[in-house]
């Protein structure tokens, strides 16, 4: 077995022991979300935009997803630029009133270290407007460095529930040549929110409901029309 292969399977199966409550709670606000017909927006900075694309628009996936994109934040317009941009305050509302969000609507937001001001500031706009909100974050990373947002909060301060993603400071599960390295917080991240959206989906299927997921536009004899339909308007990048 590969080192990182050994410490990843390691990590994910650490993700469920600590905290089994925590993902089943997620998976029933998840699941209210689709048997209500409401909206899960997903929204993070530099690297942790990726675990919120995980869900929006993909074979298998809900349809009732909104990614909260935005070039300002993605490293596509620069790394460095991206990296400076989520420390700015301010930002977070520009981008919150891009989107069509509803008092009932559930909102996941994700940072592995959780004190810069974009995911910071997004978790406080959510509150102030009812949005409940989940944070994917590292615990053990955020608690040793103070916020960069001026309220000097940080995410986990915030959020209504808080998946802890596991992530050792550093975000490496390996050591080589004396660096850490092995990145862990996509890998936690992306398990962690199928885990919740399938754990999700089956609440809803045991109610009756008829999930609205996407069927593959490379497996012939199916279309998406109907759940595009559905919720252009309501999904801001579809």
Known sequence: MFEYQEKAIQQLNDIVLNQENAIMQAAEYLAACIINDHIIHTFGT????????ELFVRAGGLAN?????????LTSEGSRR????ERISGLSKIIYDQHNISQNDIMIIISNSGRNAMPVEMAMIAKEMGIRTIAITSLEQSKQYPSRHPSGKK????ADLVLDNRVPS??????????LTGAASTLSGVFLINLVATEAMKIADAKGIKLPIYHSQNIDGFS?????EKYTGRIKLL
């Open 65 to 73: 997803v909104n990614a909260m994109l935005d070039s300002m934040v």
């Open 82 to 85: 991206s990296a400076e941009i």
């Open 155 to 158: 995410l986990y301060e915030i």
């Open 46 to 53: 530099g690297h942790s935009h990726m675990i919120g694309l």
């Open 170 to 179: 550093g975000d490496g599960l390996l050591k080589i040549g004396g660096n």
């Open 224 to 228: 998406n029309d109907t759940l595009y």
